[in-house]
């Protein structure tokens, strides 16, 4: 029997091809992110004054009369800090919001053409601006750990062998979290295991208060309330 399309999950809205004729270049990004932060004009988001003038500053090109500061359309938002041009946020934002389930760190650094790292930082900035819409942190005790996914060196094709070393070389790292009590798992991929990656993730999943579950590792040492003797692993299956 013929269906009739395009089906449920067409959704309305603009192409990629689209959007690449809206933002063609660096400065249309500039002045979208511009008529979105100050719709009724731009304003300083130190002091709130609106007696501003453009500046010769690099990376501040707005200057502020009343407290003498220098900003730019970043300032104070979850994009400040950011080196990435704002043409490669708008595609950011576009991946992300028209993706079912949201668009992962490995595509995002594949389309981008930005380091997975970076893609990283943008998700989660992203994510930060928009946390009235994520589900709430876990409330605890949770469970923290890591894994490394991916296919064992010497199950692959000669070609294909990175030679660099055991462990982990060459895998993906994906961090998960548990709360104990619901028995609800968060997970997600991470650039690295260093102190500051993980203790971002923690901090995302879990109240402040949570009590947390680790393991030895010394990327989890400066974490409060944590004890480090993991009893069970971050396993869905419990």
């Not at 090109?61 to 003498?68: A, G, H, M, N, V």
């Not at 819409?133 to 996914?149: I, L, R």
Request: with cysteine; net charge positive; aromatic share 8%.
């Amino acid at each position: 029997m013929a269906r009739s399309a395009p089906g449920k999950a067409h959704r309305e809205g603009i192409t990629l091809m689209q959007l690449a004729d809206m933002f063609p270049d660096e400065k249309a990004a500039r002045e979208w992110f511009e008529s979105q932060i100050w719709p009724e004009g731009r304003h300083c988001p130190r002091c709130g004054s609106k007696r501003t003038h453009e500046a010769s500053h690099a990376k501040s090109p707005y200057r502020c009369t009343d407290c003498r500061s220098y900003f730019s359309v970043k300032t104070g938002t979850a994009l400040e800090g950011s080196k990435v041009p704002l043409r490669k946020w708008v595609f950011a934002i576009y991946l992300e919001v028209t993706s079912l389930k949201g668009v992962s760190s490995m595509k995002l650094h594949r389309d981008l053409g930005v380091t997975q790292k970076t893609a990283w930082f943008m998700l989660h900035r992203l994510r930060e601006a928009w946390a009235e819409d994520k589900a709430e942190p876990f409330d605890g005790p949770v469970e923290v750990d890591e894994t490394y996914m991916g296919g064992l060196e010497r199950n692959k094709h000669a070609r294909d062998k990175l030679r660099l070393g055991r462990g982990g070389i060459g895998k993906t790292i994906v961090a998960g979290v548990r709360d104990r009590a619901t028995k609800r798992v968060a997970a997600e991929v991470v650039p690295d295991t260093t102190r500051l990656t993980l203790g971002s993730f923690v901090s995302a999943h879990a109240m402040p208060d949570a009590m947390v579950y680790t393991d030895e590792s010394a990327s989890y040492s400066g974490l409060p309330r944590r004890e480090s003797v993991l009893t069970s692993t971050v396993d869905s299956r419990k």
